[in-house]
Nanobody, 125 residues
Framework: VQLQASGGGLVQAGGSLKLSCAAS????????MGWFRQPPGKEREFVAA????????YYAVSVKGRFTVSRDNAKNTLYLQMNSLKPEDTAVYYC???????????????????WGQGTQVTVSS
């Protein structure tokens, strides 16, 4: 599966952005999906995950209550709605996919085989 992330940009603290990740090449609904981010000078970290059907989601503590992950399997697209953004949310955001037959979700980057190219999110104070 090929993944294309988009929707990043520059936003002031307290603002919102919605990231999208368009998938192609395989049956999107067969993949558990995740969002990760890599802040400047830091390692990549988990942000959110969603099961194949979208019925199960899981968030990093740092974003829970502010970010919402969702998917539209008919449109082959994953989303990340980010509200109440903080300067510490500044990072390159990546979407990732893992072929899954169990309905599970995954929060470690080693669980994901397919990755998008990343989209930059910058939050100014």
């Amino acid at each position: 599966v090929q993944l294309q992330a988009s929707g990043g940009g520059l936003v002031q603290a307290g603002g919102s952005l919605k990231l999208s990740c368009a998938a192609s090449g395989r049956t999107f609904s067969n993949y558990a999906m995740g969002w990760f981010r890599q802040p400047p000078g830091k390692e990549r970290e988990f942000v959110a995950a969603i099961s194949r059907s979208g019925s199960i989601t899981y968030y990093a503590v740092s974003v829970k209550g502010r970010f919402t992950v969702s998917r539209d399997n008919a449109k082959n697209t994953l989303y990340l709605q980010m509200n109440s953004l903080k300067p510490e949310d500044t990072a390159v955001y990546y979407c990732a996919a893992n072929l899954d037959y169990s309905g599970s979700l995954y929060y470690t980057d080693t669980s994901y085989r397919y990755w998008g190219q990343g989209t930059q999110v910058t939050v100014s104070s």
